[in-house]
């Protein structure tokens, strides 16, 4: 069975970065694309961006300064880092495998960007 | 980005009755479109891929249909499980974008 988890601190300061570590068991990485999903306070949704089976990447035009993904298949993990944070980027966290929609889902993380 | 407009944004209803979201999408995204289910502190579930087509395990009192700019999510005879937030979601463009959600109770 294909699962991920979500790892990393739940509170960051403001213009520090955010990082996160997405664990997959029962599927291999270098198969598939592989993203990171947030869901803000209120309930919207934002796709940031995927790692693919080959490690391309592609980001959602709002993050692309700011994002990036990167993996290591030697522990079938990816990752993500998030620059320059601010209270807006407040949200809960989420990997996910994807081929257009997302099959499978980690349970996410809290994030909370406070001083 | 493709806009997702989902209605209602909440919805109570009975057991056993039969409930109806729907999503319309700022362009045509030719039937690419999924549903999810998210319960409290859980992940997003899929429910629906393709428009229609009904993920693995997932009861069949729920069923996808539409096309073009209009999807709708529907459950037949409502199950005190179902009780949950639903949303759609496109993945005919990039980036993939979502519904703002619908918050089903039981009435």
Redesign the interface.
Known sequence: EVQLQESGPGLVKPSQSLSLTCSVTGYSITSNYWGWIRKFPG?????MGYISYSGST?Y???LKSRISITRDTSKNQFFLQLNSVTTEDTATY?CAR?G????Y????VMVTVSS | DIQMTQSPASLSASLGETVTIECRASEDIYS?L?W?QQKPG?????LI?DANSL?DGVPSRFSGSGSGTQYSLKINSLQSEDVA?Y?C?Q?NN?????G??TKLELK
């Open positions: 309930n919207k949704m934002e796709w592609s959602n035009p709002s989420y994807l257009g929609y997302f099959d889902w980690g349970q996410g | 690419n999924a999810y859980n992940s997003p579930q899929l891929y993920a937030s949303f979601q993945y990039y980036p993939p974008t979502f703002a959600g």
